[in-house]
């Protein structure tokens, strides 16, 4: 255990300095593209906002029921079969049938070719589930069919959380998935989220439609509130245009009536519909509706064949602006809900910074000294192997350009502590061995050996347990793991290679030395 | 040589004790879990303003309707912890921030908003039970391979030991339970196993050396014999612990009081629980040897 060739020192050098200059670079600037790496900050360092967002899925599903409750009645009335007593319940349609048509209608749902209830050859699943009993049906997704439901809502999502964050301009963002109904959404630097998160928590769903009286409207008709919950008014379920329909939204100044509005223009089919409706219907009043309130509802003076008009709403410049990001960036398929929030200030994460160093520098300090007194010359051994191990620890951490987080610090911190547990069990080892060795070199290959199970026992154990924290921790946690899991290797390596080499640098100039640990 | 193996008894009792007292208060009193696992709000603020107090917030922060709010000092004169449960507003943190800055003026820095919802709070709640059973299992199929099942009972007893015992006293001084306890928990389980792996590792050691030597003297030998390496290193272990604690700021205090408590009960079980559990099987040489011949 006490050999060590040219080559070998030559490497372990080498090894040291790479991660020492790779460390120093979060201190210089370097040029070098290799070299020009820093440790990032986590939120809680740098301050920020991780938002968890949970799609709910279930208007998405009703909707889609509805929209299949149209699709089979029309298509077994062209196949002439029967179908009555259309009825949505909890995620479920129900209707009836008469015994006749019972198998046909089973046959088209059960079928592989189906063209009502698609089959996914890849997971040997229908898209819906069907349910006969005395003739009547009971129809619902498929399991397989849920997850393709919420799998595709949340691409969906995805794409416009992306916009409307990509819109407001913050630094870096990071937006994940996570299962199949959330999104993470990771704002560094950001110290007031309220904003995003209004934006975040808006569905959208813009729609222009017509004021009625008449409740018979043939399309049916609804009662809806105003914005500022001032009013209210019967709207008919037609709809004349959607959010779907907009090119651009951009908020304006109205030169005239000195207020701020929204101005869009609409895409071709947009401004055909915008101008169909606008000839037929002036006079009439037509309501611009934002995620089921009227945000406001003018009478139409004149045809608008420009595919291009203005919402004007009682808005304040922000609110304008809101508006037009909104419409620009579309309509979430679902709306969003945040389910998890935690946001730090930037001058926390300064704070944190300073006390994670401050504790850091302490904790080394005490750590040293105490080894110091305990070890003497065995101890300044130590500690080089232990200031190289901070070094090295930071520098893996920089040539990964792995995320620091406070109980990041922590965990170096208890490194720090840890890792001369190694060295003292080999010198410890070795103080015994010496009890019955007079050579020195025979007791301190002797005790290299032996304590070499222990350490490696003790090492795995703490090992295990960082595994685990970093697959089940989150965020803040799993940075802990990652600085106490990288620890132990840097702590291995500086033990056997680097204060082992400056051990047997020093025991074979005293060869005869008597009391050498 | 220090007689440890006189007071295997005195101490085996004082385990018992504690277990059973730790057991208790965990099912009568139970933990104060922290919003990460309970759900609800918390805010940090710091005011810039010397005449608010706690008990003024509060009063304030009791006519907002939020429903049980708590209001402490937070490290430091300036600085305060507001929690309140889960509350389906969801502008309350804007409408909390108009409502301080109406009654009190513009004087606030909200440093840290937390807001967990209850879906969340439960996994999070069940990830973390799941992580510390898995660490345990981990462990317990660890040192089933590395030793003789004798030595992996001993290990076993003292980690469920250590971390009862720090989530009793956790319970009995109503410390919070949050997210960063479970790595610490998680961290006095890889602890409290290291430090019995190298205490069993010399007992091994020497019961293959030593056939005439009784299981309760060889114990206490090999305490005895790794006794400055298990001081040193939990010293060393509590140098670094005592720093975050004191320096670290507040964040960290929980987790390192945690891991304060959990290194000294580690260190204390390595020695009178792990080893009085080898001696009550009464291992003998026959033990380790039966099993190098597998």
């Known amino acids: 255990m006490l050999y060590f060739s040219k080559l070998r020192i030559i490497f372990i050098t080498l090894i040291s300095v790479f991660f020492v200059i790779i460390a120093s670079s979060n201190l210089f600037k370097f040029d070098n593209k290799l070299l020009n790496k820093k440790i990032n900050l986590g939120l809680d360092l740098q301050g920020g906002s991780y938002l968890l967002l949970e799609i709910n899925n279930d208007p998405v599903i009703e909707q889609k029921l509805q929209n299949l409750t149209v699709t089979i009645r029309n298509y077994f009335k062209d196949k002439n079969i029967k179908t009555t007593n259309f009825k949505l319940l909890d995620q479920t349609l129900f209707f009836t049938s008469d015994e006749n048509s019972k198998q046909a209608i089973l046959d088209e749902f059960k079928s592989e070719e189906s063209r009502i209830n698609p089959y996914y050859q890849r997971f040997k699943s229908h898209q819906l589930d069907i349910i006969e009993e005395n003739n009547s049906f009971k129809v619902s997704y498929s399991k397989q069919g849920i997850i393709n439901l919420k799998t595709s809502s949340q691409d969906q999502a995805l794409e416009i959380v992306r916009r ?332 056997y290679f680097i204060a082992r080499l400056l051990t047997v640098l020093y025991v074979s100039k005293n060869k005869e030395k008597q009391g050498l640990i | 040589m220090i007689a440890f193996n006189r007071y295997y008894n005195k101490f085996n009792i004082l385990s018992v004790s504690l277990v059973i007292i730790s057991l208790l208060l965990l099912t009568f009193k139970g933990l104060n879990f922290g919003i990460d696992f309970k759900g609800g709000t918390l805010i940090e603020l710091r005011s810039s303003d010397t005449k608010i107090n706690v008990s003024s917030l509060r009063d304030n922060l009791s006519q907002m309707n939020l429903g049980d709010v708590s209001v402490k000092n937070f490290g430091n004169e300036t600085d305060y912890l507001i929690k309140f449960e889960n509350n389906e507003n969801k502008n309350v943190i804007e409408e909390i921030k108009k409502n301080l800055d109406k009654s009190f003026g513009n004087n606030f820095n909200f440093r840290r908003v937390e807001n967990v919802g209850p879906k969340v709070s439960a996994e999070l709640l069940r990830s973390g039970v799941i992580a510390i059973s898995v660490a345990l299992f981990l462990m317990l199929v660890y040192i089933w391979i590395r030793f003789e099942w004798q030595f992996s009972l001993g290990a076993i007893v003292a980690l469920f030991h250590d971390v009862i015992v720090t989530l009793g006293l956790f319970s009995l001084l109503g410390l919070e339970i949050n997210l960063s306890i479970i790595a610490a928990v998680l961290t006095i389980v890889g602890y409290s196993m290291n430090d019995t792996v190298v205490i069993f590792d010399r007992v091994r050691e020497n019961l293959r050396k030593y056939s005439d030597i009784k299981i309760f003297e060889l114990t206490n030998i090999s305490i005895n014999e790794t006794l400055s390496r298990t001081l040193i290193t939990s010293i060393t272990t509590l140098l670094a612990l005592l720093s975050i604690f004191f320096f670290g700021g507040e964040v960290l205090k929980g987790f390192s009081l945690a891991m304060i408590f959990g290194v000294i009960f580690g260190t204390y079980s390595s020695i009178y629980i792990a080893n009085t559990v080898l001696v009550r099987l009464n291992v003998s040489q026959k033990t380790v040897l039966r099993e190098d011949k597998n």
């Open chain 1, 164 to 495: 409307r964050i990509d819109e407001i301009g913050t630094n870096e963002p990071n937006i994940l998935k996570r299962g199949n109904d959330r999104i993470l959404v990771e704002l560094p630097g950001l110290d007031d989220p309220m904003r995003i998160k209004s934006l975040l928590g808006k569905t959208a769903n813009l729609t222009f439609r017509f004021v009625t009286n008449d409740t018979e409207d043939s399309f049916g008709a609804e009662k809806l509130l105003f914005e500022d919950g001032s009013e209210e008014a019967i709207v008919s379920k037609r709809i004349i245009l959607s959010g779907d329909n907009l090119l651009d939204a951009q908020p304006r100044m109205n030169s005239e009536t000195n207020e701020t509005v929204v101005n869009f223009s609409l895409d071709r089919v947009g401004a055909k519909r915008f101008g169909k409706a606008t000839s037929t219907g002036i006079g009439k009043r037509l309501a611009i509706v934002l995620d089921g309130k009227i945000i406001s509802a003018p009478v139409i003076r004149d045809t608008i064949a420009t595919g291009s008009g203005q919402i004007s709403g009682g808005f304040t410049f922000q609110s304008a602006t809101d508006l037009a990001l909104l419409l620009r960036s579309g309509a979430l398929p679902a709306p969003l809900n945040i389910i998890e929030e935690r946001t730090v200030g930037p001058d926390l994460g300064q704070d944190s910074i300073n006390a994670g160093m401050l504790a850091l520098l302490i904790g080394f300090i005490l750590v040293i000294l105490f080894i110091l007194v305990k070890y003497k010359i065995f101890g300044i051994i130590t500690n080089i192997a232990l200031l190289l191990n901070l070094l090295i620890l930071v520098g893996v951490l920089t040539l990964f350009e792995a995320t620091l987080t406070l109980p990041g610090i922590a965990g170096i911190i208890l490194t720090v502590g840890m890792a001369v547990d190694a060295n003292v069990l080999i010198f410890e080892r070795i103080k015994e061995e010496l009890k019955n060795e007079k050579n020195n070199l025979i007791a301190f290959d002797s005790g290299y050996t032996k304590s070499r199970t222990a350490i490696l026992d003790a090492n795995i154990t703490t090992l295990l347990a960082a595994i685990i924290l970093f697959f089940m921790g989150s965020g803040p946690i799993k940075g802990f793991s990652l600085t106490l899991g990288i620890g132990i290797f840097t702590t291995l390596f500086t033990v």
